[in-house]
């Protein structure tokens, strides 16, 4: 039950929950797990870290072996659960190996401070940290790991700086984005002076540049967010009108003729008679043709022609009853019959 | 004279955009609300395959569609296919030229010069321009939708991109046919052969036109410089090549660009791992800085893939980041390259990957929220990429309020959270003591089937049943317990039931007794 409740817990806090009546003797164990629970509020990030940088880790772990004050109190605490406690002093001493250089620094023997003082809200990553755990620790901060720290080799401690400088040295060199100096190439007042327009009205006509802008867009890859947009976007389809709404839109047809060519008919009717009831009355068609504004020219020239072709096929009668004022003639169109 | 979508410009940018809604287009019918990154993929997938469906049957069937009206059919609703000239004449290539038809304008240029009729300069030059800029093949026409849902092509920036262009096409057919070869013919070449990565053409081409003593425009040179680091072995190499072409422009007095750096840099950021690409880069930077250009965001994009590729395992430093985001502080920006559209997606990449570091997420969300910034990241996956990032960082480090503030921004109709994000919240709800906010999650959880699963079921019961609250987190709290065991007990014997077992009545039993309401626990139990 005890395990299982320690798995449950350390599933979401891995730091070491115990029952306390148990530990009452351990209370070294217990401020050491009570400073773990705190430090185990940011634990899902260093459990990501660590299965992303698994070679930072192993640096990490040369530098900060356990003490022995706490291996033996790790030991301890094992042998007092239930069940295999090589296992359980295992799984401990894991745990305090992974954690945070600086917070496992934190003096064992210390009251249990408030939640609050130990957690680090807000910036958890600390640019010189890196360097500094690769180091071993602030310079003048009171180590309570000093003795591990110097009972490390010297030769172990030496490559750990070598990796130091060498990645410093890549590094460093370019953390401001102004420190590189320039190349030199262009001269720098000449430029200043030189206006900008030449290039830009060039541009915006040259296909490249339409392709460019149409190609940006779709990567962009925007929906209309409302009703204005879908709006915009119809229109340069040329699906809607544009705004202001103009008269003469879709009117390309009808810029080809002028306005003689809808009032002044008359040239078309050189097929039918000169005088009589049918040029009469042909004439009263092109006087309200001429005052339709709804048809286009070639379509009335198609009334007309209606007209022209229906008294051809009644010619019989008509010539029959009017005589020659009935009689249609096969002129070409335009052409005035003497 | 304003353009003719001015006035509707206008009256948009009187909306505001970042009110948490569902895609404008489903707006009407709450059922086609879409929250997931794969249910709007779905969504649009199936409203733009109806569209194409439409336009299928409208072309198999074209007689039960006839058109009953006298006017003519506006040209935006008439099939493209339909040419004004259709005998082989100078009038018709320029048409197809127009109407953008690559294919056919080859066969019409190819009739005409097996024909034997002159064509001018000019049809020469432009029918040049349209085979480079699409290199010989008809352009693919993408719609919105499609271009919201599917990724951007990203193929511009792999370390050594394949050259598509085909020896002996088009395009050299009748730059070779041209009676007079101009300078803008050769920086039409040059250009069509660099957006190809053909670098041996683009050299003999700019050999050709120095030989000659021709006049090169500055998007030619800018076309020269994106090819720098094609065939190269060392960043050596890659330098003394863009520092030539360089200083060709100063001697000739071009002026550069922006885009000229870019192209440079673009070269770098191909080989930002081999060594002194960063220096040069910074050296290229400052000389921009130099010449009075402004730079864009297209500019750090470069600069910030080199340094912090976020695939790259070795340690990085902030400064260089940080200093970037100061200089942008405060500006808007609008998309001018195709480079602008990464930005937010990459930076934010970059920080989650490098150092998560919840203040730098939220200087860069800030800005994202300036002006007209957010048009930028309208594609989804830069979205879902973007925000889940952001979410993955802030939540471990920063103050619930913080983070059920930006929730509440994006949360459900922007950007959905996966189930791991969920946990987060939920760990980060139990350690603030936000409760108030498990309602709020209960309800956009039901957008999703996350209760099907055990793991989540048992962690999101756990939260609930965790301590006593005050009464009215409480109620709200057991009307949530009741809702999931009513749901249970509906389906209870159908296969999709909810996973419901000892551990999680287990929970619901302990919020019904927090509540001190014992007949409800006992019923459970």
Not at chain 1, 157 to 167: R, S, T
Not at chain 2, 53 to 59: D, I, K, P, Q
Not at chain 2, 192 to 206: I, Q
Not at chain 2, 357 to 374: F, I, P, T, V, W
Request: hydrophobic share 35%; charged share 30%; net charge negative.
């Amino acid at each position: 039950m005890l395990r299982s409740i320690i798995r449950y817990s350390s599933a979401l806090v891995p730091g070491v929950l115990v029952k306390e009546t148990k530990l009452r003797s351990l209370s070294d164990i217990l401020k050491l797990s009570s400073n773990l629970r705190q430090l185990s509020l940011s634990a899902p990030r260093y459990e990501d870290e660590k299965k992303r940088r698994p070679r930072r880790d192993k640096v990490f772990k040369e530098e900060t072996p356990v003490s022995r004050e706490v291996q033996e109190a790790a030991v301890q605490a094992a042998k007092s659960l239930p069940g295999d406690w090589t296992k359980t002093a295992e799984e401990l001493l894991a745990r305090l190996q992974t954690k945070d250089a600086e917070s496992a620094r934190e003096p064992v023997g210390d009251e249990p401070r408030s939640l609050l003082s130990t957690m680090k809200i807000g910036r958890a990553f600390e640019p010189g940290r890196d360097s500094e755990r690769r180091r071993g620790g602030r310079k003048g901060q009171n180590n309570q790991k000093d003795d591990s720290f110097f009972s490390q080799s010297i030769v172990q401690k030496a490559a750990v700086d070598k990796k130091i400088f060498k990645e410093r040295r890549h590094t460093s060199e370019f953390k401001d984005l102004y420190g590189v100096p320039r190349l030199g190439i262009f001269e720098t007042k000449k430029e200043a002076e030189v206006a900008h327009d030449d290039s830009r009205p060039e541009a915006a006509e040259d296909l490249w540049a339409k392709v460019e802008k149409e190609h940006v867009r779709r990567l962009q890859g925007g929906l209309p967010r409302n009703a204005f947009e879908e709006m915009i976007r119809l229109t340069e389809q040329g699906k809607v009108w544009t705004f202001p709404v103009d008269n003469e839109a879709d009117l390309h047809e009808e810029r080809k003729y002028k306005f003689h060519d809808h009032v002044f008919l008359e040239r078309h009717l050189g097929e039918f008679p000169k005088v009589g009831p049918i040029r009469k009355f042909m004439e009263l068609v092109t006087l309200g043709l001429s005052q339709n504004p709804w048809l286009s020219v070639p379509e009335k020239i198609e009334h007309i022609s209606w007209f022209a072709q229906y008294f051809k096929e009644k010619q019989d009668i008509l010539k029959s009853t009017l005589g020659e004022q009935g009689e249609m003639k096969n002129a070409a169109k335009g052409s005035e019959q003497s | 004279n304003r353009s003719p979508t001015a006035i509707l410009e206008a009256l948009a940018s009187t909306v505001r955009n970042d009110v948490n809604q569902p895609i404008y287009s489903t707006i009407d019918d709450p059922f086609l609300y879409s929250t997931t990154d794969r249910v709007k993929k779905a969504h649009l997938a199936a409203y733009e395959s109806g569209r194409k469906t439409a336009e299928h049957m409208l072309a198999l069937y074209p007689d039960y569609f006839t058109q009953i009206w006298d006017d003519p059919l506006p040209d935006a609703w008439k099939k493209d296919s339909e040419y004004i000239y259709a005998e082989p004449c100078e009038d018709a290539l320029n048409e197809r030229i127009t109407k953008r038809k690559v294919v056919e304008a080859i066969d019409m240029y190819r009739t005409i010069i097996s024909n034997g009729e002159p064509l001018s300069q000019e049809s020469q030059e432009k029918l040049l321009e349209l085979l480079v800029v699409f290199n010989c093949k008809d352009p693919v026409e993408e719609t919105d939708i499609g271009s919201y849902i599917n990724a951007p092509d990203y193929r511009a920036f792999s370390p050594f991109p394949p050259c598509t262009w085909q020896k002996a096409n088009a395009a050299e057919e009748v730059f070779d046919a041209l009676p007079e070869k101009t300078a803008s013919a050769y920086c039409q070449m040059i250009r069509g052969m660099s957006a190809n990565y053909h670098k041996e053409g683009v050299l003999s081409m700019y050999n050709a036109m120095k030989a000659n003593k021709m006049p090169v425009d500055v998007e030619t040179y800018n076309a020269i410089l994106k090819v720098a680091s094609l065939d190269t072995e060392t960043i050596d190499d890659v330098k003394l090549f863009v520092e030539t072409i360089l200083k060709d422009m100063a001697a000739n007095n071009v002026k550069p660009n922006e885009k000229t750096f870019i192209s440079a840099m673009v070269n770098l950021r191909r080989l930002s791992r081999w060594s002194g690409a960063k220096k040069f880069v910074l050296a290229l930077f400052s000389e921009m800085k130099a010449c009075g250009i402004e730079p864009g965001l297209s500019t750090y994009v470069q600069i910030l893939h080199i340094f912090y590729y976020f695939k790259d395992r070795s340690s990085k430093t902030p400064e260089l980041l940080e200093q970037v985001l100061d200089d942008l502080k405060g500006k808007e920006f609008e998309c001018k390259t195709e480079n602008d559209v990464q930005f937010f997606r990459s930076v934010m990449g970059m920080i989650a990957a490098h150092f998560p570091d919840s203040k730098l997420a939220l200087r860069l969300h800030e800005l994202l929220q300036y002006g007209k910034n957010r048009d930028l990241l309208s594609n989804r996956q830069a979205q879902y990429g973007y925000y889940s990032d952001l979410f993955t960082v802030i939540i471990p480090l920063e103050h619930i309020d913080v983070v059920m503030d930006l929730y509440k921004e994006v949360v459900p109709y922007i950007f959905f959270p996966n189930s791991e994000t969920f946990k987060l919240i939920l760990e980060s709800i139990e350690m603030h003591e936000g409760h108030q906010y498990v309602s709020q999650l209960y309800t956009d959880l039901q957008w999703t089937s996350m209760f099907k699963d055990f793991d989540f079921l048992s962690r999101f019961t756990q939260t609930l049943a965790e301590r006593k609250h005050e009464a009215k987190t409480q109620n709200e709290l057991c009307m949530i317990a009741s809702s999931l065991m009513d749901q249970w007990t509906r389906k209870q014997h159908l296969h999709d039931a909810l996973p419901v077992n000892g551990v999680v009545i287990g929970n619901l039993i302990k919020t019904h007794l927090n509540n001190d309401d014992l007949k409800t626990a006992w019923s459970l139990f």
